[in-house]
């Protein structure tokens, strides 16, 4: 059930930036909360951010926090995860998803992927240097 492509991802040595897009395919974007997950080699996969239908609220988890920004343009049917002063510990596969909901999880810690029905291919994030 691939309703989202995701793009933005490569290769940035710590402290640069990456803007990531989720385009939603095939459907109207405007009615749902989006949520960024990334899943870390070995690790499981994680919500580090969500969006609600207005913008408002947005979420983000403490990794996160500070440094990443979500935002929406439901005229694009696109969802934007702005990530600046990247750490080596922000590499891995970035995905977008929803659960079909209009708002987001408020505890983004106690999220189960397995409620998220529609999902991206996810598009790589490599930090080094």
């Known amino acids: 059930q691939q309703q989202f492509v995701e793009s933005g991802g490569g290769s940035v040595q710590p402290g640069e930036s990456l803007r990531l897009s989720c385009l939603a395919s095939?459907?109207?974007?405007?009615?749902?909360?989006v949520a960024w997950f990334r899943q870390a080699p070995g690790k499981e996969r994680e919500e580090i951010s969500c969006?609600?239908?207005?913008?408002?609220?947005?979420y983000y988890g403490d990794s996160v926090k500070g440094r990443f920004t979500i935002s929406r343009d439901d005229a694009k049917d696109t969802v934007y995860l702005q990530m600046n002063s990247l750490k080596p510990e922000d590499t891995a596969v970035y995905y977008c998803?929803?659960?079909?909901?209009?708002?987001?999880?408020?505890?983004?810690?106690?999220?189960?992927?397995?409620?998220?029905?529609?999902w991206g291919q996810g598009t790589q994030v490599t930090v080094s240097s």
């Open positions: 998803a929803t659960d079909g909901s209009h708002v987001c999880d408020v505890d983004l810690t106690e999220v189960n992927p397995y409620d998220f029905e529609y």
């Open positions: 095939g459907f109207t974007l405007r009615a749902y909360a």
């Open positions: 969006v609600s239908t207005s913008s408002r609220p947005t």
